[in-house]
């Protein structure tokens, strides 16, 4: 499985973004997403994911409300929108698949994942 992640980029605090994973392959709907973070000097964490069916998601509590994130299977594409951005927001995103996971399941935990894409830079300006 191959990801790889665009719509990154610079912009001002309170502005917003929508950043794009597509993955390679003709099984993606039965692949759980998510999304992780990494910030200079610190380690990766978790932001959303969403379940094979998009019916389930979760969120970390620090962009709970502020971003969203969902899943188009025809396009093989799962998306986060990014709103009210904050400079603490900066960061290299990345997505990441599980293979095997329940249909309605979400998988929060990073060993979890099974294929990370190279990851897109989010930086938020004050």
Not at 39 to 64: C, H, L, M, N, Q
């Amino acid at each position: 499985v191959q990801l790889v992640e665009s719509g990154g980029g610079l912009v001002q605090a309170g502005g917003s973004l929508r950043l794009s994973c597509v993955a390679s392959g003709r099984t993606f709907s039965s692949y759980a997403v998510g999304w992780f973070r990494q910030a200079p000097g610190k380690r990766r964490e978790f932001v959303a994911a969403i379940s094979r069916s998009g019916g389930s998601t979760s969120y970390a509590d620090s962009v709970k409300g502020r971003f969203t994130i969902s899943r188009d299977n025809a396009k093989n594409t799962v998306y986060l929108q990014l709103n009210s951005l904050k400079p603490e927001d900066t960061a290299v995103y990345y997505c990441a698949v599980v293979v095997t996971v329940p249909y309605t399941m979400v998988v929060v935990t990073e060993i979890r994942y099974d294929y990370w894409g190279q990851g897109t830079q989010v930086t938020v300006s004050s």
